[in-house]
């Protein structure tokens, strides 16, 4: 699958695309319906260590120690992870690291679970309120460049920089 | 049968220095709180990382760490506290499996740091039978000297992810604070390894 260019296949297939283009070497994830194709992916890379999570705010550790070792990596997770990695935001306010992130939205657009709403309404203020930029993607043909420009902002600048992958571009539930 | 000593005996500033002497490239993550005054009270070193916050976070930047660097032993010494808030990692962490990490908890039973309040392994918990339980190839209880020398021969082994509970007293010993800007000694750390800035 590393022949794989973006943009050329689905907008599933650029996200891992994209990723290993800016030298990823490390995918850490607790899983959503939207990143499953990356995971998989991430997986069969025998380039890529792909870590799976108990919960979210490890793979912002994880990535630390990833950087410190001199190396790359994304933390995948659905929107409402990103609740529970407040905290561990503050790791990243103090100590500056590469810190990408990519989030499949719930509560956005077509929710029939109201239980996701609480953290999907206030997913991208959270993450803004701790330092961290983000992009809301709706449109399958902005996965790739927004992506890309959040990779270059992370990895050029030891920024926190996520991802929002809409629900109206996921499909509804 | 619950045991009748929960508390340990070890000075912990013995334990460390002694776990640290004659350290070859070992890669050190300090927890937050008297675990990171501990490594630094052992001698400050360009291959130290320190955390001063994101309770935690230790263990999981060890996983980074040695999955990054597998040419490297890396040491995580975190507290009781810090490790019950990454519970889940042990999960994580043995998993994976690397053979270049071990996880060390000086465990004094309390939340030291905030008016000695008792933490879960005062009242019981064995975090060692929790590590051993989720799959390291290698965790035990340490109530001695001569178990600190055993682990820090070990930290150079490759034989599975190791982790080690280090009772120590629970007593209150002198700050001994490393550098507070996390920047800093990434910066330090990576430059170490050599690593350019960005």
Redesign the interface.
């Known amino acids: 699958m590393g022949t794989a260019v973006a943009g050329q296949e689905g907008w599933q297939e650029d996200v891992f695309c994209v990723l290993r283009q800016h030298g990823v070497?490390?995918v850490v994830y607790v899983p959503d319906t939207s990143h499953s194709t990356a995971i998989r992916l991430a997986e069969a890379d025998n380039e890529i260590?792909a870590?799976?999570?108990?919960?979210e705010?490890?793979?912002?550790?994880?990535?630390?120690?990833?950087?410190?070792?001199?190396?790359r990596?994304a933390l995948l997770m659905q929107s409402s992870g990103v609740g529970n990695c407040i905290?561990?935001l503050?790791?990243h306010s103090?100590?500056?690291?590469?810190l990408l992130m990519v989030v499949g939205m719930r509560g956005d657009w077509a929710e029939l679970n109201p239980w996701q709403c609480p953290m999907g309404r206030v997913t991208e203020k959270a993450l803004n309120l701790m330092n961290v930029m983000t992009w809301h993607v709706d449109r399958a043909k902005d996965v790739a460049p927004l992506l890309h420009g959040a990779a270059t902002m992370a990895?050029?600048?030891?920024h926190a920089c996520a991802v929002l992958l809409g629900q109206r571009l996921i499909g509804g539930t | 049968m619950r045991e009748v000593i929960q508390y340990g005996t070890l000075d912990r500033r013995e334990a460390v220095a002694r776990l640290l002497a004659g350290r070859k490239k070992l890669l050190v993550v300090g927890g937050i709180g008297w675990a990171s005054f501990d490594v630094m009270a052992a001698g400050d070193h360009d291959n130290n990382y320190y955390l001063w916050g994101a309770m935690g976070s230790a263990a999981m930047i060890g996983l980074g760490l040695a999955t990054a660097r597998p040419d490297h032993s890396v040491l995580v010494l975190t507290g009781d506290g810090d490790m019950l808030m990454s519970f889940g990692a042990l999960a994580t962490i043995a998993v994976r499996n690397p053979a270049n990490l071990t996880v060390a908890v000086l465990d004094n039973g309390h939340f030291g740091q905030t008016g000695w309040q008792e933490s879960h392994t005062a009242r019981g918990l064995a975090l060692e039978q929790v590590a051993k339980v989720c799959g390291f190839s290698w965790s035990v209880k340490i109530t001695n000297l001569a178990g600190v020398d055993d682990l820090r021969d070990r930290l150079y082994s490759r034989c599975g992810v190791k982790f080690s509970v280090i009772k120590i007293a629970a007593k209150a010993f002198p700050r001994v604070p490393p550098p507070r800007d996390g920047s800093y000694i990434k910066s330090r750390f990576r430059s170490a390894l050599g690593f350019q800035p960005i």
């Open positions: 070497k490390h260590n870590i799976v999570l108990t919960t705010e490890e793979g912002i550790a994880y990535l630390a120690g990833a950087w410190l070792g001199g190396e990596g905290n561990m503050a790791l103090c100590v500056r690291f590469p990895f050029n600048g030891d």
